[in-house]
């Protein structure tokens, strides 16, 4: 398939294991942030999202926290599955914008 | 409810050419954005529109235009085409948020290769 990033930051676990995916944000004024996933081939396709007046949000076996503080956003993902492999991306707004703000990138490869 | 659909899925421009992609967003959805995708640069926006009125742009050249259509349909243009435009171009439609645009629905993408 096609290749989104050809020298991404790889993180390599076990099937099973939990997943952590991190994120350094940019703009101290994004009050809006998501996080999409992305297979070979495809679109980017929403995973979870949080706005700024929180901390932590959960979803189906997938968690993000955000640290305003530091600008730091993490995906966690529990019980890491094969259909996990895919490259992640945390995404900023801020209001009034009308454009997000994309992080670089993370390969999640899934090991069975 | 149908996706975000994108056209044409590839196509092969030479230098100096044009380019036109096309864009249907989901039935409702209003705004519609565009975002520039290359190993190098990773997802970079390029322009977004609500109810055929542009509120935001990228930094990338005047080569780069677009536009919306009363239906909500969005087609870019990039004219005089370089090999660095070569990339994937994906549009993102959205219900608006006030003040803002709210999460964003991909389509598959239009990968553009400038020979």
């Known amino acids: 398939g096609e290749s989104v990033g050809l020298h991404l930051p790889t993180l390599s676990v076990q099937e099973g294991d939990n997943s952590i995916i991190n994120c350094a944000y940019s703009?101290?004024?994004?009050?809006?942030f998501i996080w999409y996933k992305q297979e070979s081939g495809k679109g980017p396709q929403f995973i979870i999202d949080?706005?700024?007046?929180?901390d932590k949000r959960q979803g189906q076996r997938v968690t993000v926290l955000l640290n305003k503080t530091v600008k730091h956003l993490s995906l966690q993902i529990a019980a890491t599955q094969p259909g996990d492999s895919a490259v992640y991306f945390c995404?900023?707004?801020?209001?009034?914008?009308?454009?997000?703000?994309f992080g670089t990138g993370t390969r999640l490869k899934v090991l069975a | 409810k149908a996706g975000v659909t994108q056209t044409p899925r590839y196509l092969i421009k030479t230098r100096g050419q044009q380019v036109t992609l096309s864009c249907s967003p989901i039935?409702?959805?209003?705004?519609v954005s565009w975002y520039q995708q290359t190993p190098g640069q990773g997802l970079q926006f390029l322009f977004e529109y609500f109810s055929e009125t542009q509120r935001n742009k990228g930094n990338f050249p005047g080569r780069f235009s677009g536009r919306q259509f009363s239906n909500s349909r969005s087609e870019m243009n990039v004219s005089t085409l370089e090999l660095g435009d070569s990339a994937l171009y994906l549009c993102a439609s959205s219900i608006n948020r006030v003040g803002g645009t709210g999460e964003l629905f991909f389509g598959e993408g239009s990968r553009l290769t400038v020979l």
């Open positions: 703009n101290s004024a994004s009050d809006y």
């Open positions: 949080i706005r700024s007046n929180m």
């Open positions: 039935s409702g959805h209003r705004s």
């Open positions: 995404a900023e707004n801020e209001l009034g914008t009308y454009k997000y703000i």
